[in-house]
């Protein structure tokens, strides 16, 4: 710092006292620029310390150098301290240049205290109560959405040429192709570890070929829609939240239904629908991609032959199982759909607003996709699947 | 206003480009310490390009730009970063930070580069307020809270926060009822004669740059192709100044100016 062509010599702000005849004089000198606010504000915080008695103040001006903004305010702010009435401070050597800087500077006024809210313990009782009250807001614009998409839907099936058939290949391209390699992935994986720590603990007491048995309930029921589900929460659901999120903040929703389009129809039935129609094939490429994984374990950790694994899980497995897992894809990807979507209108002004319901959208749609299972599984076990 | 002519932005022989496309293409201009220099030139031209070259968002070809004296190319990072804390920049569409209230978005520049009291940074942020014609009591909205004329004081506020020399500004009453747009153009006018500014205005307004600025500088195929005062631009024979400055719309406006 301070090594450039300009600031060669650095001068020194100063604030020197004096007393004359009336009272105490303060010389201001040097440059009172931003550039040394800090220094400033010691200056004159030591300087509004001056006792004055019934003296009149003198404020001289004329040995500044260089006044800005800053240096402007200092002084008004010392000639505001020292004002009593019928003893104005006067401000003395000012040149024309700044004199109209002055009379800016004299004209700013703050704004009246805002009282600020105390927290007491009742404040926070309330700040909880409200907090809690308002994620109930998810459901109600949770059921508003899903009424707004079932009226959307009966005037597609009654105007079919009005339906978005592109948007709705785009999406399904973009939430389901695209999402192929990472669910292979993480379901393959999954398949694996289930069957190694089955082996692993089953075996120590002779059990060891019931792994099938665990493998084929828990990846069919539950695990893969389940996986898949949270997956495609994080990386579709997420998406679509900040796609409508951002059309919000710039009025494209607005500039829609100006046109007399329900951006429910052209924006998120197709959202909501590719959603439906990539989830239970992602499902099912999942389950079956985790029983290969943990086969693939039986045979070269478990030393299973695949004929064996095979006709074991031919066996124990029916073809409920299977359903079971699937039934629930699509209404899994209903839920994810139309949280990210409540979210994605819910976005205002700020780019801070964004982020927060796109975080909400995550957090909401991976809690509720677990409550639906919890309700799917009670269901299932009272019709006896 | 102008009290020497020492050019305070001298660009000389500049060329940039995007790929194939040279956009400037060896343009010369000086702006003089203290003046109002209004930037005109059709849409596309690349006077947008010429001020985001100059406070360095877009790399150069080649040329020259010294500010304040000093090359921006040797300068160093330092001495870079120096005088951008002496100029500052009004973007068009404000470009404040949405997540900030409007007291946060001025107090931002000066927080990161000065260790003043919270008091201090509460009175400068009162006094910007003022100074751009807005109540203090704004200081604690949002940007998402305020109309389109406020969201460009506040641009201009947070602009001023460190009292530049130099002022950029991007048609800064573009967007603005005719009402708006001649309270600012007095409003940097005023500014401009009472912190001894130096004011660069890329704008298409007619009455701008008919009551604000000083001299006008003419873009047209990558080049200045006319420097003057208002004066000058209606006298010249230049196809297109003939066009922009006698055109249906500066018509009415120059009778009244002138009877």
Avoid at chain 2, 127 to 133: I, Q
Wanted: overall charge neutral.
């Amino acid at each position: 710092m301070g090594k450039t062509h300009s600031m060669a010599v650095e001068a020194k702000p100063a604030l020197d006292q004096a007393t004359y005849s009336d009272g105490v004089a303060l010389r201001a000198s040097g440059p009172w620029t931003a550039r040394n606010a800090p220094s400033l504000e010691q200056l004159v915080l030591v300087a509004e310390k001056i006792a004055v008695g019934k003296g009149r103040v003198l404020i001289d001006v004329s040995r500044v150098s260089n006044l800005d903004t800053f240096g402007a305010w200092f002084i008004e702010r010392l000639r505001r301290n020292f004002a009593k009435p019928g003893l104005e401070p006067r401000i003395m050597g000012l040149s024309d240049n700044y004199s109209t800087l002055f009379e800016e500077v004299r004209k700013v006024q703050e704004p009246p205290p805002v009282a600020k809210e105390r927290v007491t313990p009742f404040v926070l009782l309330d700040r909880i109560g409200r907090a809690i009250a308002g994620t109930g807001n998810i459901l109600v614009g949770l059921s508003a959405m899903f009424g707004a998409l079932m009226v959307a839907t009966w005037w597609v099936i009654r105007h079919p040429r009005s339906f978005r058939f592109t948007s709705l290949v785009h999406h399904i391209e973009q939430t389901g192709w695209r999402a192929v390699p990472i669910i292979l992935l993480i379901t393959f994986l999954i398949g694996c570890i289930i069957t190694q720590q089955g082996i692993f603990h089953f075996s120590k007491f002779g059990a060891g070929v019931f792994v099938v048995d665990m493998l084929g309930v828990l990846v069919l029921r539950e695990l893969g829609v389940l996986i898949v589900a949270i997956m495609i929460a994080g990386r579709s659901g997420s998406s679509y939240t900040a796609e409508l999120g951002s059309m919000k903040m710039r009025e494209e929703i607005d500039a829609l239904r100006t046109m007399g389009f329900d951006p429910i129809e052209v924006l998120i039935l197709p959202r909501v629908l590719a959603l439906m129609i990539a989830l239970p094939m992602l499902t099912f490429l999942g389950d079956i991609t985790a029983l290969w994984g943990g086969g693939l374990v039986a045979q070269f950790y478990g030393g299973m032959q695949p004929a064996a694994f095979l006709s074991r899980l031919r066996e124990v497995i029916t073809i409920d199982h299977f359903i079971v897992g699937m039934v629930k894809a699509p209404f899994m990807a209903l839920l994810i759909g139309m949280v990210a979507c409540v979210e994605g209108l819910a976005v205002e002004g700020s780019s801070e607003s964004l982020g927060q319901h796109t975080t909400a959208s995550v957090v909401y749609s991976i809690f509720l996709v677990i409550v639906l299972d919890g309700v799917f599984a009670i269901f299932f076990a009272s019709i006896g699947m | 206003m102008a009290t020497a002519n020492d050019p305070i932005i001298s660009v000389s022989n500049l060329t940039v480009g995007f790929g194939e496309r040279l956009v400037l293409n060896g343009l010369n201009l000086d702006v003089r310490r203290g003046e109002i220099l209004g930037f005109v030139g059709a849409s596309g031209a690349g006077k947008s390009v010429l001020t985001r070259t100059i406070i360095g968002l877009m790399p150069k070809r080649s040329g020259r730009i010294e500010v304040m004296g000093v090359d921006l190319d040797t300068v160093g990072e330092e001495g870079r970063r120096e005088i951008e804390r002496r100029w500052g920049v009004l973007f068009q569409h404000g470009a404040l930070f949405s997540s900030l209230s409007v007291r946060e978005n001025i107090q931002f520049p000066v927080r990161e580069l000065m260790n003043l009291s919270d008091r201090v940074l509460d009175e400068m942020t009162y006094a910007k307020l003022t100074m751009v014609g807005l109540k203090p009591e704004v200081a604690d909205r949002y940007p998402s809270q305020l109309s389109g004329g406020m969201i460009k004081r506040v641009a201009l506020a947070r602009a001023l926060a460190l009292d530049p020399e130099i002022v950029f500004l991007d048609e800064p009453t573009s967007g603005l009822d005719p009402i708006g747009a001649g309270d600012f153009d007095d409003l940097v006018r005023t500014l401009q004669r009472t912190l001894g500014l130096t004011v660069f205005m890329v704008t298409h307004d007619l009455d701008s740059l008919y009551t604000a600025c000083d001299r006008i500088a003419v873009l047209g195929d990558g080049k200045v192709i006319a420097v003057g005062t208002m004066d000058d631009m209606l006298a010249s024979r230049h196809p297109w100044l003939q066009s922009y400055f006698h055109g249906k719309r500066a018509r009415g406006l120059i009778k009244s100016g002138r009877s």
